[in-house]
């Protein structure tokens, strides 16, 4: 219930802590792990959104470390594709190849083969993590107790975490309660969003804002979720 005292999705923040927690145990203690290391290679690197994390004070030397062996699998998959590279020093190389005709075929196998062979690996543990989250939803939420209540009084779930919660199935009382605590949610952001855009009206720009002062933020995160540094300010290594 924690997790909904706090401003912003409340699965967002979750995903986020452990995702950024699994990030600095592999920056403390797996950048040299066989495993990791070759399921980091195949993901070919971490997603855009968690290679974030990786920017934290002390771990310059294990982000290069994992980096630079990713880089060196994509310099491998160059030089093993029929897209021939003349070398980097090579000027002439590279203006005599520069007209030379390349099947459609190998400029596609180049693509795929440069493309994530595996998924990130910290999206694997989000997609787990959110499965273990949803289920205690699950078992916990209902209309009359506690956490419903709490539910109510936050901001809920993003729409894409609200989605996936609800896709995961859930039994009949959880159901209701889920949907009735979000349609109050997204009712009240609608309605304070009539209020901020009525106070933006020249008629009534006299009129001081109140708590629907912040509404457009709250609700762009509701609908799109908000980047994971919202939620996480990574110290360094295990914090």
Known sequence: ??????????????LAVSADKLVDTVLYEGVNDVPTREQ????????????????????????????????????????????EQAGASSVRGLLRRANVKVSHTAVQKLVADLSPQAECPVCVN?????GHYGRTLHQHLAPDNELFQVYVASDGLCLNHFRQVLADGLPGPALTALVTAQQTIWQRLHEQSDEFIRKNDHRFRGEPFGVEEDVWQ????????????????SKGLTQ
Do not use: W
Request: charged share 15%; net charge positive; with cysteine.
């Open 126 to 130: 989000e997609a787990e993590m959110l």
């Open 1 to 14: 219930m924690e997790a909904f005292a706090e401003p912003g999705c409340a699965m967002c923040r979750l």
């Open 40 to 83: 980091l290679n195949a993901a070919r690197g971490y997603c855009h959104s968690h290679a974030q994390l990786l920017i934290r004070a002390g771990g310059a030397l294990g982000t290069t470390i994992m980096m630079d062996g990713v880089l060196k699998v994509l310099l491998r998959t160059l030089a093993a594709n029929p897209v």
């Open 218 to 233: 709250r609700s762009l995160t509701a609908v799109s979720g908000a980047p994971i540094r919202t939620y996480v300010k």
